[in-house]
């Protein structure tokens, strides 16, 4: 008989750990991720001392999103890379467009306030890009009330976030003048701390996308490199949740590769990337 290390999750039991998953987080494994997942699953056998699919999946079942081994099995199937700066054409933007158009704003109403939310958070690189850029490109930004909102399903994830520690790889393409001014280099290590200037901005809690969010509206809304995990029927529940969220006139920016544009249908297309709510207070 096959040991453990050997043996193949069959299609049954694929087909229920999928269900799971599905219910629980709207993400679509596959029947062609049956190796990846198998692999990954064994890891959490060998980890927790359960033995079999079987008795993990029933365990599974009994758990809240709030445990810690239901957190340890997400980030499993889950993990993907994140860093600072991802994607610069879009960063471009925030501090060239965004951030000019938000100082316009406030000399119009009076108002110096920017709620941003990175929705689906990771360790927290991206709401740590925004601060970066907000930090080095917004006029007097000490004297604006601004709160960046981080969410992520994973806990795990979130305790990282928090920490606002990063590596060599995920600080590669921070400019210089950036992370000198904002973070502090360890040492004896090839890690970073994020200033008090910028941890003060942010904020991190659980979230999971397939649910409202209880916060105000946020002037932009930013869902990168998630969606494409979803199916057309998450992804609505997922879009619509966040639409709840963008305040009128507000920006919803996405990942060029999330496959969201036949749900955006209402709103202003600026960018393949970059939807305006519309604004029925004006």
Same mark, same amino acid.
């Given at each position: 008989?096959?040991?453990?290390?050997?043996?193949?999750?069959?299609?049954?039991?694929?087909?229920?750990?999928?269900?799971?998953?599905?219910?629980?987080?709207?993400?679509? =494994?596959?029947? !062609?991720?049956?190796?990846? $997942?198998?692999?990954?699953?064994?890891? @959490?056998?060998?980890? &927790?001392?359960?033995?079999?699919?079987?008795?993990?999946?029933?365990?599974?079942?009994?758990?809240?999103?709030?445990?810690?081994?239901?957190?340890?099995?997400?980030?499993?199937?889950?993990?993907?890379?994140?860093?600072?700066?991802?994607?610069?054409?879009?960063?471009?933007?925030?501090?060239?467009?965004?951030?000019?158009?938000?100082?316009?704003?406030?000399?119009?109403?009076?108002?110096?306030?920017?709620?941003?939310?990175?929705?689906?958070?990771?360790?927290?690189?991206?709401?740590?890009?925004?601060?970066?850029?907000?930090?080095?490109?917004?006029?007097?930004?000490?004297?604006?009330?601004?709160?960046?909102?981080?969410?992520?399903?994973?806990?795990?994830?979130?305790?990282?976030?928090?920490?606002? =520690?990063?590596? !060599?790889?995920?600080?590669? $393409?921070?400019?210089?003048?950036?992370? @000198?001014?904002?973070? &502090?280099?360890?040492?004896?290590?090839?890690?970073?701390?994020?200033?008090?200037?910028?941890?003060?901005?942010?904020?991190?809690?659980?979230?999971?996308?397939?649910?409202?969010?209880?916060?105000?509206?946020?002037?932009?809304?930013?869902?990168?490199?998630?969606?494409?995990?979803?199916?057309?029927?998450?992804?609505?529940?997922?879009?619509?949740?966040?639409?709840?969220?963008?305040?009128?006139?507000?920006?919803?920016?996405?990942?060029?590769?999330?496959?969201?544009?036949?749900?955006?249908?209402?709103?202003?297309?600026?960018?393949?990337?970059?939807?305006?709510?519309?604004?029925?207070?004006?």
């Amino acid at each position: 008989m096959p040991t453990l290390a050997q043996e193949q999750i069959t299609d049954a039991q694929l087909s229920k750990y999928a269900r799971l998953i599905y219910d629980r987080t709207g993400i679509r =494994v596959s029947p !062609q991720k049956k190796t990846l $997942l198998s692999n990954r699953i064994r890891r @959490r056998l060998k980890e &927790t001392g359960i033995d079999g699919y079987e008795a993990y999946l029933n365990q599974l079942r009994k758990l809240k999103p709030n445990q810690p081994e239901w957190d340890r099995f997400l980030q499993e199937i889950t993990t993907h890379e994140t860093y600072l700066f991802r994607d610069e054409t879009q960063w471009k933007w925030f501090r060239e467009e965004f951030l000019p158009e938000c100082v316009s704003r406030s000399h119009e109403t009076g108002k110096r306030s920017l709620r941003i939310w990175s929705a689906a958070a990771s360790t927290g690189d991206e709401a740590a890009t925004v601060a970066s850029c907000i930090a080095g490109h917004l006029p007097n930004f000490s004297a604006w009330n601004i709160q960046i909102v981080g969410t992520d399903i994973g806990i795990g994830a979130l305790e990282e976030a928090k920490a606002a =520690v990063f590596g !060599q790889r995920a600080m590669r $393409l921070v400019p210089e003048s950036l992370s @000198r001014r904002f973070f &502090t280099k360890a040492k004896d290590a090839n890690v970073w701390q994020a200033k008090p200037m910028l941890t003060d901005m942010m904020t991190f809690r659980q979230h999971n996308l397939m649910d409202p969010l209880r916060e105000h509206p946020f002037d932009l809304v930013i869902l990168k490199n998630v969606l494409i995990y979803f199916d057309k029927t998450s992804k609505q529940q997922v879009v619509t949740n966040l639409l709840e969220k963008v305040r009128p006139g507000g920006l919803l920016l996405c990942g060029a590769a999330e496959g969201v544009s036949d749900f955006l249908k209402g709103l202003e297309r600026i960018h393949p990337w970059l939807y305006r709510q519309p604004d029925t207070t004006r």
